[in-house]
């Protein structure tokens, strides 16, 4: 292989990993803990599951931060983050299931909400009406990432408890949610 041929095919790579800024390769990153957390968690490594939500909770966190402070926010940024977001938390609710902490149903509790929300806030978007997520979905979050963390270090009690509330708050925002997409009509 000639060496303008190698250099031309380096230069593509590069370019093409330009694409990816660093806020994406930290939503990525969760992506990537998330097997090895369920891995800890099914075989009892309470100290490993807690460092590893504890990453992954940070790089949510960072993402959004580092992208709007290198005005880095990317349409691919704000599919990915929410996409890999529900990923996370369906697959360690999984191994959580597994491990029969929770039930099935309070996953099924989970997907269902995030699904509704998911599908309400598409079509608004689809009607040009942008919905940021709310201060109730927030809340939601942090409580259901406690939850996690606190299932992944084995503290039962506290974490269902914070899990079950999570959902309520869930419910509860969803609702708003719907409201809106009501008033709006969206479905028209």
Known sequence: MSVELQNSKSERVFKNLQFISFAN????????????????????????????V?????????????????NDVTKHGELLDPAVDKIFTISVLVAFVEKHLISTFVVFLIVLREMMVTWFRSV?????????????????????????????????????????????????????????????????
């Open 25 to 52: 390769l930290l939503t990525i990153s969760r992506l990537i803990i998330t097997p090895f957390l369920i891995y800890t968690i099914l075989k009892d490594y309470y100290l490993i599951s807690g460092i590893l």
């Open 54 to 70: 504890v990453a992954a909770v940070l790089s949510d966190w960072l993402d959004g931060i580092i992208a709007r402070k290198t």
């Open 124 to 188: 608004m978007v689809n009607r040009g009406v942008v919905v940021p997520a709310s201060f109730y979905g927030k809340l939601k979050t942090t409580f259901q990432l406690i939850a996690i963390f606190l299932l992944s270090i084995n503290v039962k009690e506290a974490g269902v408890i914070l899990l079950w509330l999570s959902i309520i708050i869930a419910y509860y925002s969803a609702f708003d949610y719907l409201k809106l997409f009501i008033k709006r009509k969206a479905w028209e």
